[in-house]
């Protein structure tokens, strides 16, 4: 497939500069405002990426408020049980450079944080995190370069917080039945129900 692609400075001409208010709007750290809205959110979206460029993005959900504000420099996110495929922590491992992206249900307007982080298995950090006497394996320690609201557009033309607009689940497979087709290991009622199990026991 063949398409026309532009440069930097033809990027600038399209768009033009942005506003007064958009340029100024990003903090070197979080304030009153950042914090109260990673107090309310119960899912973020983690964007890394390795040495050579490939880029991974990983949904991380729990309770609200379930990322931790140390100080206004400085986040720890729990990495609860997943499938060991460790992408974002592969990533962080080469390169520390992370971006976040944080909703709030109900909310239009998101949360966007870049900073850097490490991986910590530090007792008296993650003790504090456990549930249901789970303690996570690790955490990472985001410390934050930028921090912004993100106007509510977005969500706003999606709709994504509209009852009206969800789909009937059960118009789309099941990732049981998904992954036996990806996959060929198992058979789609042996998947499924390997996944309903891991649904019910291994969310902790």
Not at 41 to 55: I, K, R, Y
């Amino acid at each position: 497939m063949s398409y026309r692609t532009i440069d930097a400075a033809e990027l600038r001409a399209l768009y033009g500069q942005p506003n007064v208010r958009a340029a100024n709007k990003v903090l070197p750290r979080l304030d009153e405002h950042c914090r109260a809205f990673i107090g309310l959110s119960p899912f973020c979206v983690l964007g890394t990426a390795a040495a050579d460029g490939s880029a991974d993005c990983s949904p991380k959900g729990d309770a609200p408020g379930f990322v931790q504000v140390l100080d206004d420099e400085t986040l720890l996110i729990p990495d609860r049980l997943g499938n060991n495929r460790v992408d974002s922590m592969s990533n962080i491992v080469e390169n520390p450079n992370v971006s976040l992206i944080f909703l709030v249900p109900g909310m239009n307007e998101t949360l966007r944080v870049n900073g850097k982080a490490t991986i910590t298995t530090d007792d008296s950090l993650l003790e504090p995190l456990s549930v249901n006497g789970k303690q996570p394996r690790t955490g990472l320690v985001v410390k934050v370069d930028e921090a912004f609201l993100h106007c509510a557009k977005a969500l706003m033309r999606s709709k994504l917080w509209d009852p009206e607009r969800h789909i009937d689940r059960k118009s789309f497979p099941s990732l049981g039945h998904i992954l036996a087709d990806q996959t060929g290991v198992k058979s789609p009622e042996v998947a499924e129900a390997a996944v309903e199990e891991a649904y019910r026991t291994k969310l902790y």
